[in-house]
């Protein structure tokens, strides 16, 4: 299993399932945070710019597109004065924050470990400076606890993983030893460029067949064993773990992150009077996202897919988030010819 | 939102902000969570914050086994 979204992207993108024989299969996991992102999560960012007055919600693009049963984000009529502004950095959020100190700047971001020391910076200095009028609509995740999950589940045979190079360079490798030692699973952290996807898949295999399962290092250039310590002991400061409700996952131990008692204030949750997340809402009938991100099926066994879901009109975020599978197989999948 | 591709710095003030050249443009970046780097530099950059910088020792490896790589596919 590829656990990162921009794995599958490369992996489609370059055809490298065409080049693996027919008893390596590579499965797409849960690595979209905006797919996992629940849909409870996604309908209060829409309740809060419909209702709330004179706020701004920022956000990153894909965000503001995924469908939920209240519409999305996009179709959403904000409240006098309200607007979403689509940003790429929470930096931004903070920007528009002290430019109107009158107004209301709500960050919704959802992210991994990557995301999340960018997310805790911000707050930190949203502290430092006072600044009332700014706050975050929290949707972050941390990815070893799902990969627990997804192995205890036992729904799908998992034999080995490629573990996201990027959300490593936070955490390093020793998040995922469990997997080899509980589970005796190999495993392999992999850059996104086809050569480094296919060093894992066969440090994967060599691993399995000499039955020595660890966690490789392919992504040396660019991380280190220990992640970031920097960004670690910031994420660490701001927020702590909680039992969060994952889409298609339900709620898994210590998988998400809220704010530390101290920095309450920027939780914009309890702020505004949203629904305490922990619930995760209903999808839209007949989309299977939630199976999609375990892999119990692939994109093509949702009814839906490239039928009434597509890129125009997606029915779930898996066909929104450019990480999405759904998204992926649509786009690289049914191009791909065998080679002659 | 994640920049698989390295950036390199062009500009790095006190304050960790400063800008990276990704592909070709000029793009803002803050480098707070990576104390230890200089203009010049490359690094991963995801969300605005540089997250990861690039060991050119370990890159240079890794080039020369794609090209490995590369030439045993075509044998
Ligand atoms: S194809 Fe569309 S409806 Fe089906 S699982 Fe994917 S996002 Fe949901």
Redesign the pocket.
């Known amino acids: 299993m590829e656990v990162c979204g921009t794995h599958t992207v490369s992996i489609f993108r370059h055809g490298l399932r065409s080049l693996l024989p027919g008893n390596v299969r590579l499965i797409s996991g849960p690595g979209c945070p905006v797919c996992i992102t629940p849909a409870a999560t996604h309908e209060a960012a829409i309740t809060l710019v419909s209702e709330k007055e004179g706020l701004t919600l920022a956000t990153f693009g894909d965000m503001t597109r995924v469908p939920t049963l209240k519409g999305s984000l996009q179709t959403a009529v904000p409240a006098p004065g309200s607007r979403i502004k689509i940003v790429y950095s929470p930096e931004e959020a903070l920007e528009e924050a002290r430019r109107e100190p009158s107004r209301q700047v709500v960050f919704f971001g959802a992210g991994f470990e990557t995301t999340i020391p960018a997310i805790a910076f911000t707050a930190k200095r949203a502290a430092a400076e006072g600044l009332g009028n700014f706050s975050v609509l929290p949707a972050l995740w941390l990815v070893p606890p799902a990969l627990r999950a997804i192995l205890e589940a036992g729904e799908i045979a998992v034999s080995g993983f490629i573990y996201p190079g990027h959300v490593s360079a936070i955490i390093g490798a020793e998040p995922y030893e469990f997997v080899a030692r509980d589970h005796g699973l190999p495993g392999a952290i992999a850059g996104f460029e086809p050569g480094d996807i296919l060093l894992a898949v066969h440090s994967v295999l060599e691993q399995a067949v000499a039955g020595t399962p660890r966690v490789a290092l392919e992504y040396s250039r660019a991380m280190r064993a220990g992640g970031n310590p920097v960004a670690r002991a910031l994420m660490e400061e701001v927020f702590e773990p909680f039992d969060a409700a994952w889409r298609g996952l339900g709620i898994i131990p210590a998988s998400g992150l809220r704010f530390r008692e101290r920095f309450a204030g920027f939780d914009a949750t309890p702020k505004f009077g949203l629904a305490r997340p922990g619930a995760a809402g209903r999808d ?1 009938p ?4 939630g199976d ?1 991100l375990r892999g119990v099926i692939r ?1 093509e066994g ?1 009814r ?2 490239g039928k009434k ?1 597509l890129p125009d009109s ?6 929104v988030s450019y990480e ?1 599978a ?1 998204l992926i197989h649509f786009k690289y999948g049914r191009t791909r010819r065998p080679s002659p | 939102m994640c920049l698989a591709v390295p950036a390199k710095i062009t500009r790095l003030e006190d304050s960790g902000q400063g800008t990276a050249n990704y592909m070709g443009s000029e793009v803002k970046a803050n480098f707070s969570l990576v104390p230890k780097a200089r203009l010049g530099d490359w690094v991963i950059i995801h969300a605005g914050f540089a997250i990861s910088l690039l060991d050119k020792k370990e890159a240079r490896e890794t080039l020369q086994l794609f090209k490995e790589m590369g030439a045993a596919s075509r044998r």
């Open positions: 839209l007949g989309c299977r996202c999609v994109p949702c839906l897919f879901c997606p029915l779930g975020p898996c066909m999405g759904c």
